[in-house]
């Protein structure tokens, strides 16, 4: 902690990074942390970064040009691996710190704070900054709150704990505009409802109850949609059925030519066959990139062979 806070004293320009296609738990770090900074900092400049989506409920990035990381502590939040980071300019900065509760090995830098224990990487981030001694503003608190919520599926995944629940409640106290947040991921466009009808009728199981979505090129030509509403937008629908143990989504990305994989369980530790392929994340809920469909089958059949 002490050397954490002496790292961000140190600096007078920090720059925050998160990973790309970002999550609410990605866009809650970040932003959270960037309030945080400028709150009890005010002398130094704070900048945040990086690709924007549906998730950008709390306001824009920054644009700042590649002299702005001379000299500068760039700190990552919600992502350990390099290939995952938005904006690949973290690598001019003087100084590299990595903040996240993900199970994955930092390939980035050796200053690495890592907790698996906690449910989000914002939960992670309100931890820390208590123990840093530093307040949490009403901004900072609905940004932080915003990312606990949506990653612990509502506080339904079994990665929430007692601390879980205090931070929340110490979040309120500070002013989070819960609201606001459910305002924004409770509801959906008529198109993404027409969505989800028809994937729910593209399920596919397994001998072993396996359920997986696989969703090829055709997909955009049916739907005026983006990678990200496919591929995690639709994993949920495998969810909450009863005979299923394990669900995936494997969605072709045109940016990259491959194929994404989100795996997703309700008991079984997934995360190794994630890691497997180059991916990881949590024990029930991760994900991986292959090179095509016939790859993708391979991790099917790693999956229905854990079941």
Same mark, same amino acid.
């Given at each position: 902690m002490n050397y954490l806070l002496n790292k961000i004293k140190e600096y007078g320009t920090i720059i925050?990074?998160?990973?790309?296609?970002?999550?609410?738990?990605?866009?809650?770090?970040?932003?959270?942390?960037?309030?945080?900074?400028?709150?009890?900092?005010?002398? =130094?400049?704070? $900048? =945040?970064?990086?690709?924007?989506?549906?998730?950008?409920?709390?306001?824009?990035?920054?644009e700042i040009s590649d002299t702005t990381y001379e000299n500068a502590l760039v700190i990552v939040t919600d992502v350990a691996v390099s290939h995952l980071i938005s904006d690949e300019r973290y690598k001019l900065a003087k100084e590299v710190i990595v903040i996240?509760?993900?199970?994955?090995?930092?390939?980035?830098?050796?200053?690495?704070i890592q907790d698996t224990s906690y449910s989000s990487c914002c939960e992670f981030i309100v931890d820390l900054a208590n123990q840093l001694g530093l307040t949490i503003n009403k901004e900072a608190a609905t940004c932080l709150a915003g990312?606990?919520?949506?990653?612990?599926?509502?506080?339904?995944?079994?990665?929430?704990t007692a601390n879980t629940f205090k931070v929340m409640a110490f979040l309120i106290e500070r002013g989070a505009d819960t609201q606001y947040i459910y305002s924004k991921i409770n509801v959906e466009t008529l198109?993404?409802?027409?969505? =989800?009808? $028809?994937?729910?009728?593209?399920?596919? $199981?397994?001998?072993?109850?396996?359920? $997986?979505?696989?969703?090829?090129a055709s997909v955009y030509e049916k739907f005026n949609t983006t990678f990200n509403d496919v591929s995690r937008g639709m994993v949920s629908l495998m969810a909450g059925i009863s005979e299923v143990p394990i669900w995936v989504n494997f969605t072709y990305d045109k940016e990259s030519n491959k194929v994404v994989c989100e795996i997703r369980s309700r008991d079984i530790v997934v995360v190794d066959v994630a890691k497997k392929y180059g991916g990881g994340g949590h024990k029930q809920a991760c994900g991986c990139t292959v090179e095509n469909f016939d790859e993708a089958l391979k991790v099917l059949n790693d999956l229905n062979n854990l079941v």
């Open positions: 925050l990074h998160r990973h790309t296609r970002p999550d609410l738990d990605a866009i809650g770090s970040q932003f959270g942390l960037y309030h945080i900074l400028k709150d009890n900092f005010k002398e =130094k400049k704070i $900048y =945040k970064v990086g690709d924007l989506n549906r998730f950008a409920i709390f306001g824009d990035v920054d996240d509760h993900h199970t994955n090995d930092c390939d980035v830098t050796d200053n690495f990312g606990i919520i949506t990653d612990t599926g509502r506080f339904l995944y079994n990665s929430v198109e993404v409802r027409k969505m =989800k009808n $028809y994937f729910a009728g593209q399920i596919k $199981y397994t001998n072993k109850n396996v359920a $997986y979505l696989m969703n090829d």
